[in-house]
């Protein structure tokens, strides 16, 4: 049974009277370290993700994650062209054109940690243009008590030059695990599932489907049109 993470940070949110406290940096750090471990595992099959945002996170009836929708995914050893994932996760080279790879996704992490701990994306705005304008100009606001390691990971991650941004550098995984923000996280625990989780859904067993929301995907016939009020009628007719 899985339960997507919207519905955990909402849960987070309402449990927290700050900003942020002790307890729930500590859930956030491990679910950020599972999302590195999820990256870590795909690009050792050179396989890059391009659309890593809470909607495609789910829970599982233990309480881990599980990456789903993998409609742009894509093996690549080299560089790719495609504009393609969500704009408020998506790096600066996706949208300029000038071609990318796995660095794309250390950058949709960066902005998955910065909303973990905000509750919103570093770039976001309801217009798509003024998002892309806000992700090349790179200008990201911290409020004042946000975590210092934190702030610290996400500029690395957020680093517009790909060649400086972490996860792609000489240490590779390592400038990420290895981060102070990760102090403490015991990733070959957490990878095995051995790691307590902070939360875990409210289900009886694997197949508890009581959490689903159930929608009748049975399409319905479009109701009929009167042919005098068809405004294609009559250029159907002319065709």
């Not at 015991?186 to 902070?198: A, E, H, R, T």
Request: charged content about 25%.
């Amino acid at each position: 049974m899985l339960i997507t993470l919207k519905m955990k940070l909402n849960y987070l949110k309402i449990k927290q009277s700050k900003l942020i406290n002790n307890i729930i940096f500590s859930n956030y750090r491990f679910y950020a370290g599972q999302l590195v471990i999820i990256l870590e595992f795909l690009h050792t099959k050179n396989i890059i993700y391009r659309d890593l945002h809470p909607e495609n996170l789910l829970f599982d009836h233990k309480g881990y994650f599980r990456l789903i929708d993998f409609g742009f995914a894509k093996v690549c050893t080299g560089k790719t062209y495609t504009l393609c994932g969500t704009p408020e996760y998506m790096a600066p080279e996706i949208f300029l054109n000038k071609g990318y790879g796995k660095p794309v996704d250390w950058w949709a992490f960066g902005c998955m940690l910065y909303e973990m701990l905000v509750g919103i994306t570093p770039f976001f705005d309801n217009d798509p243009i003024l998002i892309f304008k806000k992700v090349l100009k790179g200008d990201i606001k911290f409020p004042s008590n946000f975590p210092i390691a934190a702030k610290s990971l996400i500029l690395h991650c957020l680093e517009k030059d790909q060649g400086k941004r972490y996860g792609c550098l000489t240490k590779g995984i390592q400038d990420i695990k290895g981060h102070r923000f990760f102090n403490g996280l015991d990733f070959n625990s957490l990878s095995k599932q051995k790691l307590k989780v902070p939360y875990v859904p409210p289900i009886d067993n694997a197949d508890d489907m009581k959490l689903l929301k159930i929608i009748n995907e049975d399409e319905e016939d479009a109701e009929e049109v009167d042919p005098a009020k068809d405004p294609f009628d009559e250029w159907i007719r002319k065709k």
